[in-house]
């Protein structure tokens, strides 16, 4: 099972073009993709709802939208309203069903003097043919250290209680023929559980020294380094030994330094399923660099 993510930045690549279709052509392969700064009708151009044009470009997968801003973009004409939606956020792009959604939104707060936006965690199950897993999407906030340590600390305690919470309808004990009542209107089978195995990933805008990175994976130790354990999240790359000083997904600018800050982690039922993980250093359909991950995926964990 191939994994990938990528920040598109709505298709504009370091040439200045904006090209759908050079996006999907560079994650083509994965069987799962997870997609940040994809926008609907947020500026007029060609192609201006993205999620229908890449839904137009992956004709065979399901793909699931999640904004983390919205905002109004109607319009009014002879007394009618055209009602519209000015977004952009993370698209999921999967090979199996989304077999069910929820959006989580992070704690973001103003700063002074720059430009702030709301990051949001997209959650999705799966229906992998072998067995389901979760599968999430975030981009945390570009400026601040501080909030991005909120964000992972509650990325982390909500990706914990999943599981424990269950899916979107629960009902243990319930007799199924309740499930067919009128203000339910679906059938046990249909509901999917939230299954323990998750695959995070995303922008993090957050290097392996820092200390949001390691409220996900753990600190390094004086002797045994960095430990894949319960609870926590293992880089992808890390456990193909990428080294955490190696690998760049944003290339330098004029004003920022090169950075690793595209991550792909797995929780510790998955670790040892990671078969390969690289970044695609010679993508240039925007202003990051997709990673990709490989895992030896059969449900039997």
């Known amino acids: 099972m191939l994994v990938s993510t990528y920040n598109i930045q709505w298709g504009k690549g370091r040439d200045g073009v904006v090209d759908l279709t050079r996006i999907a052509q560079t994650v083509a392969e994965a069987d799962i993709i ?3 700064e994809v926008e609907r009708n947020w500026r ?3 192609h201006a709802d993205q999620v229908q ?4 470009l992956f004709p065979d997968r399901h793909v699931f939208f999640a904004p983390s801003v919205d905002i109004d973009g109607s319009s009014g004409e002879g007394g009618r309203v055209k009602g519209r939606r000015r977004q952009y956020g993370l698209l999921v792009i999967s090979r199996w069903p989304v ?10 707060y ?4 720059h430009l702030n936006d709301s990051s949001v965690l997209l959650e999705t199950v799966i229906g992998h043919p072998t067995a389901p897993f979760r599968f999430y999407v975030t981009h945390l906030n570009y400026v601040s250290e501080r909030q991005r340590l909120l964000q992972s600390r509650l990325i982390l305690d909500i990706v914990a209680d999943a599981p424990v919470q269950g899916g979107p309808i629960t009902g243990p004990g319930v007799p199924a023929s309740e499930y067919g009542a009128d203000w339910i209107a679906v059938q046990k089978e249909d509901v999917p559980s939230m299954p323990r195995p998750a695959i995070l990933l995303g922008d993090f805008n957050m290097m392996p020294n820092s200390p949001e990175y ?9 002797d045994y380094g960095r430990l894949a354990e319960q609870g926590l999240f ?4 890390t456990l193909t030994g990428v080294n955490e000083n190696a690998g760049i997904t944003y290339p330098a600018n004029g004003i920022e330094q090169a950075k690793r800050i595209d991550h792909i982690f797995v929780t510790l039922e998955l670790a040892g399923l990671v078969r390969r993980a690289w970044i695609d250093e010679a993508a240039d359909a925007s202003d990051h660099q997709p990673v990709f991950a490989e895992l030896d995926w059969n449900g039997a964990v």
Not at 102 to 108: D, I, K, Q, V
């Open 214 to 222: 390691a409220v996900l994976a753990g600190p390094v130790g004086p």
């Open 53 to 56: 044009r890449l839904v137009e």
């Open 34 to 36: 997870g997609l940040q």
């Open 234 to 237: 293992a880089d992808a790359l």
């Open 110 to 113: 103003p700063v002074h003097g």
């Open 44 to 46: 007029e151009m060609e």
């Open 99 to 108: 077999l069910t959604a929820r959006t989580y939104p992070l704690p973001s």
